[in-house]
């Protein structure tokens, strides 16, 4: 069956950084973009950062844009996420996404708090 399993999260103080990583099975990896969406107490869930299915393109939110990085390893089916400068608004639940023609697949997610 599909999985995506999240890891990395924790506590961080503000300047801090993180790595979050996601691994993949039960589907072609590599035929799907993959994203990190997160999610705060009382807000929606946003996108953080994307990346098309061999890794030529990645998008990413202008609040993380130059702090945050999104890469994918096909051959190991896995993405990561590498957060950098981390302040307290990106306090939120992570969760590892999978795109591909109207297919979804979400992680559990995993708690990144920034606090000092």
């Known amino acids: 069956q599909v999985q995506l399993v999240e890891s990395g999260g924790g506590l961080v103080q503000p300047g801090g950084s993180l790595r979050l990583s996601c691994a993949a099975s039960?589907?072609?990896?590599?035929?799907?973009?993959m994203g990190w969406y997160r999610q705060a107490p009382g807000k929606e869930r946003e996108l953080v950062a994307g990346?098309?299915?061999?890794?030529?393109?990645?998008n990413y939110a202008d609040s993380v844009k130059g702090r945050f990085t999104i890469s994918r390893d096909n051959g190991k089916k896995m993405v990561y996420l590498q957060m950098n400068n981390l302040k307290p608004e990106d306090t939120a639940v992570y969760y590892c996404?999978?795109?591909?023609?109207?297919?979804?697949?979400w992680g559990q997610g995993t708690q990144v708090t920034v606090s000092s």
């Open positions: 990346i098309t299915s061999a890794g030529g393109s990645t």
């Open positions: 039960g589907f072609v990896f590599s035929s799907y973009a």
């Open positions: 996404n999978a795109g591909r023609m109207g297919l979804v697949y």
